[in-house]
């Protein structure tokens, strides 16, 4: 089992920047990869970013390459995501995601694989 809690969320302007947390627990949370998803009012719930189980890949959706960046400290299991430049375009409620084991570049992707999900965290962007 794998507990995930996110925090961070708010309202910012447009061009600002935001930084969310997901901690994760549980017997099996180290031995994960993590994925970032947000799901906008009747919209799907799409891939933002991901890091592998080893820290050393990460994913990011097309729009939001160059702005956000995703990364990981092992000392506290916590991962985070660094907004920057954001767009209104950008608001949603963001939830964190984990999979026990590793996964590709493609698979990271899909919402089906990840096991767990945290309650979300929302961010809303300002014209």
């Known amino acids: 089992q794998v507990q995930l809690v996110e925090s961070g969320g708010g309202l910012v302007q447009t061009g600002g920047s935001l930084r969310l947390s997901c901690a994760a627990a549980g017997r099996t949370s180290r031995n994960t990869s993590l994925g970032w998803f947000r799901q906008a009012p009747g919209k799907e719930r799409d891939f933002v970013a991901a890091?592998?189980?080893?820290?050393?890949?990460?994913y990011y959706a097309d729009s939001v390459r160059g702005r956000f960046t995703v990364s990981r400290e092992s000392a506290t299991n916590t991962v985070y995501l660094q907004m920057n430049n954001l767009k209104p375009e950008d608001t949603a409620m963001y939830y964190c995601a984990a999979v026990v084991g590793a996964c590709t570049r493609t698979s990271c992707r899909d919402r089906r694989l990840y096991s767990y999900w945290g309650q979300g965290t929302q961010v809303t962007v300002s014209a």
């Open positions: 890091i592998a189980r080893n820290g050393e890949n990460a």
